[in-house]
């Protein structure tokens, strides 16, 4: 309150102290009296700052991803960039690729970190489906994808992959030698030696098998690789070294993943990739996966996230950038190996693969190992 003086008036004798004593109660009453219209306004920004919250909250999401790091980065920020929601994105160390996340993600059940899960492959997926640790979610990107490559109850959604192939090398493979299907792997007229598998026991390798068991029997799918092993197969450790054995001439032909196979053909490597099966039972096709986690912390910028990764403009991304090769809904293949854009899969369900592959790396292991 400002004092006469203020307005340029003679300054006057102060009042007593009798006088204060008297008014300043009176003056500090009207002060309440006229503050109190204000108190509601007063509160007001705590109010507002508390109905901010969650939607600041759940302006991140946190995805655990088991791809490599250089090809899903890219994918997460334009994601950001697209919507402006913060991605925060663990990825799984070569040397325990997929199992620590999937450890993480059961240890974390009852208190969830994650809001999305994105494998490279499948099987892992559908176990963590059965331990309901992943939230129903109907993606409308997910209309696409053909029903063999989803959940039935939106837990869990596949796309784009690699498929199982046969590389030949065209310096020792004629054309009408050239193999057709798995069959020409017992059948051929090369030798056993001449032809190479990965140890059917790990990786896609192990996936395929799985799903030979799924889709024959598993009866019949032990007898198909005991044959393999009569034939006198070489077995090696891994897809990339069956495709670097065709490449240096090594082997006649192999079996392995079109990541391998693209890339050797990329290099201007004397090879030739055949899609096995195609007017038969078909390839297996392993797909991504992508899944919201049941209770995390950010539940709609994790049903975003999940909308974009499924949507066609990241399948072709991928299918750029040399993750994967295929589009599971058609007309989406890397051409530049001369993939088809209508590979046809194996009919059986990931569901029915994943659920053989113990039983079979347990029979297969007898065979292969011991």
């Excluded at 109905?51 to 655990?64: C, G, H, L, M, N």
């Excluded at 925060?88 to 997929?98: G, I, L, N, P």
């Excluded at 059961?106 to 176990?127: C, H, M, N, R, Y």
Aim: aromatic fraction near 6%; proline fraction near 6%; charge should be negative.
């Amino acid at each position: 309150m400002q004092t006469p003086a203020a307005h340029g008036l003679p300054r006057r004798r102060r009042p007593s102290a009798l006088v204060l004593a008297l008014v300043t109660p009176v003056l500090l009453t009207l002060a309440a009296c006229q503050a109190a219209p204000q108190d509601p306004a007063a509160d007001a920004p705590p109010a507002a700052e508390d109905a901010a919250a969650p939607a600041e909250q759940d302006r991140e999401v946190v995805i655990y991803a088991s791809v490599d790091q250089q090809f899903a980065e890219p994918v997460l920020k334009d994601f950001e960039a697209d919507t402006g929601i913060v991605v925060k994105a663990m990825y799984d160390v070569e040397a325990a690729k997929t199992t620590g996340l999937v450890n993480r993600l059961i240890a974390e059940k009852d208190a969830p970190l994650a809001d999305v899960w994105w494998s490279g492959e499948f099987a892992q997926t559908v176990d963590l489906a059965a331990k309901s640790i992943l939230a129903a979610y109907a993606s409308p990107n997910a209309d696409r994808i053909p029903a063999g490559y989803k959940d039935a109850g939106g837990l869990w959604t596949g796309f784009g992959g690699r498929a199982r192939v046969l590389l030949a090398n065209t310096d020792l493979v004629t054309a009408e030698q050239m193999p057709k299907g798995l069959a020409d792997l017992t059948g051929s007229t090369f030798e056993g030696e001449r032809i190479g598998i990965a140890y059917p026991l790990f990786g896609t390798s192990a996936t395929h098998a799985a799903a030979l068991y799924a889709a024959r029997g598993p009866e019949a799918g032990k007898a198909f690789f005991q044959g393999l092993k009569d034939k006198g197969l070489q077995v090696v450790d891994g897809n990339g070294v069956v495709r670097d054995m065709v490449v240096a001439g090594q082997l006649a032909f192999g079996l392995t993943d079109t990541d391998d196979a693209c890339g050797a053909l990329a290099k201007g490597a004397p090879v030739k990739i055949v899609i096995p099966d195609q007017d038969g039972d078909g390839t297996l096709v392993v797909p991504n996966t992508v899944a919201l986690v049941a209770g995390g912390p950010n539940p709609e910028s994790g049903k975003a996230l999940l909308d974009h990764l499924l949507s066609e403009a990241v399948e072709r991304r991928l299918v750029e950038a040399g993750w994967i090769q295929l589009g599971l809904s058609g007309g989406l293949a890397d051409t530049t190996c001369g993939l088809p854009g209508d590979v046809k899969g194996m009919d059986v369900t990931l569901e029915q693969v994943a659920a053989q592959i113990e039983p079979a790396k347990a029979e297969l292991a007898e065979i292969f190992v011991r």
